[in-house]
């Protein structure tokens, strides 16, 4: 894996979590290890071969170490091929429900139903490497706070009993370290996590 599970479910928030349409790579939504290779199944022998060339090259550009992967090679393929069997498996089966639990949040609440931009305000920290992102649609106003630093930040809010928790990926319940922590006027958040509240009415 290139990242952490932690890792993971942070991007997989910032990515459904934006007012954009999301758009999901096969497996990703259960944490899929094998990686997605160039592969083709040309019967004209000259093709191939410039396909192999060209790949070979492109590689090169990118990887210091290493050779391409024969885009022509079954093995190729059939280490493509996502493992559906991880399905049954504990840390693939939380990220999926992860995935279905962001999926529903866009579908059900009205903040973050709709693509759009104007009702969303976002303040990114380089330094602490934090983003905090609002949106809102009429009366429904949802925070979402993001921790990309590897130790634990603590966000400033004026009154922390006033929002709802929808979603904290470091909560256990999604395999992560624990749930952040209220203190008076903030909120502490894990390293590499996300918290999803809703201001309540």
Request: overall charge negative; some cysteine; aromatic content about 8%.
């Amino acid at each position: 894996q290139l990242v952490s599970f932690e890792t993971q479910k942070l991007l997989a928030s910032a990515v459904m979590l934006s007012p954009f349409l999301p758009m999901l790579f096969m497996g990703e939504e259960w944490s899929e290890p094998n990686p997605f290779q160039y592969f083709v199944s040309h019967t004209d022998p000259e093709l191939a071969e410039a396909v192999r060339k060209g790949r070979k090259a492109e590689f090169a550009a990118f990887h210091a170490e290493g050779e391409a992967p024969d885009p022509m090679a079954e093995a190729t393929f059939k280490a493509s091929k996502l493992q559906w069997h991880l399905l049954h498996e504990e840390q693939h089966k939380t990220m999926l429900d992860y995935y279905k639990t962001l999926i529903r949040l866009r579908k059900e609440n009205s903040a973050l139903k709709k693509p759009d931009r104007r009702n969303l305000t976002v303040t990114a920290n380089a330094d602490d490497k934090t983003i905090v992102l609002h949106r809102w649609e009429e009366s429904t106003k949802v925070i979402c706070l993001l921790n990309f630093a590897e130790e634990s930040r603590v966000f400033g809010l004026d009154d922390p009993d006033e929002w709802q928790v929808l979603l904290d990926s470091a909560d256990t319940q999604w395999g992560g370290p624990g749930a952040a922590t209220r203190q008076a006027g903030s909120l502490q958040l894990a390293p590499r996590s996300v918290v999803v509240m809703q201001l309540k009415n």
